[in-house]
């Protein structure tokens, strides 16, 4: 079985652009849950998609948003970027109903310049 | 208050030998999952181990065993027989299962070095 993936894996912006981030959650889970991991702050949830909706959302400003497609592929968008977005984001996958089951995947290092 | 507390920013071991990296949870939840990951440099994180609030023995992996101890709160994690590959983050993450989400909280985890 194919683990979570994650595109791209690293990524350079600049100030004031937006970016797109995605994550394939593996075959058959349809909970896609996006964290922000920095130095400073440690690893923060964002918001999770069960079915495509979003049903949890963290404390981050609307700056920060994503979806959910009916194959639960996840796509997280941030706009405005700030030098503060500086960050790993890492998708975790599970099936919904077991909450003995979360997988991450490899994450997206992005780069605010 | 925190949710997840883990006390130790780092912890040193040699090779073979066992460590535990301390997690305490705070909840009113009577029903909750325990998670511990590994993180290395490349960023991955990886599942380690689980524990529910209800599981009535100390959950093992392999050489990872899940100290838990519900009264007190809290959920160590014991790796046995260290190798150098063990050197990286540790993260210990609770779910609250009343909260019908699958959001985990995280601690700010534990760096492990392993020496030879």
């Known amino acids: 079985k194919a683990g979570v993936t994650q595109t791209p894996r690293y990524l350079i912006k600049t100030r004031g652009q937006q970016v797109t981030l995605s994550c394939s959650p593996i075959?058959?889970?349809?909970?896609v849950s996006w964290y922000q991991q920095t130095p400073g702050q440690g690893l923060q949830f964002l918001f999770e998609?069960?079915?495509?909706?979003?049903?949890n959302k963290g404390n981050f400003p609307g700056r920060f948003s994503g979806r959910q497609f009916s194959n639960s592929r996840s796509e997280m968008n941030v706009s405005t970027l700030e030098l503060g977005d500086s960050a790993l984001y890492l998708c975790?996958?599970?099936?919904?109903?077991?909450?003995?089951?979360?997988?991450f995947g490899p994450g997206t290092r992005l780069t605010v310049l | 208050a925190q949710k997840i507390t883990q006390t130790q920013p780092g912890m040193f071991v040699q090779e073979k030998e066992a460590v535990t990296l301390d997690c305490t949870y705070d909840?009113?939840?009577?029903?909750?999952?325990l998670f511990w990951y590994k993180q290395p440099s490349s960023g991955e994180m990886i599942f380690l181990i689980y524990q529910g609030s209800y599981d009535q023995q100390n959950a093992t992996e392999g050489r990872y065993s899940l100290n838990f101890q519900k009264a007190r709160k809290s959920a160590n994690l014991v790796i046995s027989a260290s190798q150098l590959g063990d050197s990286a983050m540790y993260f210990c993450?609770?779910?609250?299962?009343?909260?019908?989400?699958?959001?985990?909280?995280f601690g700010k985890g534990t760096m492990l070095l392993v020496s030879p």
């Open positions: 909840t009113s939840d009577p029903s909750y999952g």
């Open positions: 993450a609770m779910r609250e299962v009343n909260s019908g989400y699958s959001t985990l909280t």
């Open positions: 075959s058959g889970h349809r909970s």
């Open positions: 975790a996958s599970s099936a919904g109903t077991d909450y003995n089951e979360q997988f």
């Open positions: 998609y069960f079915s495509e909706t979003q049903r």
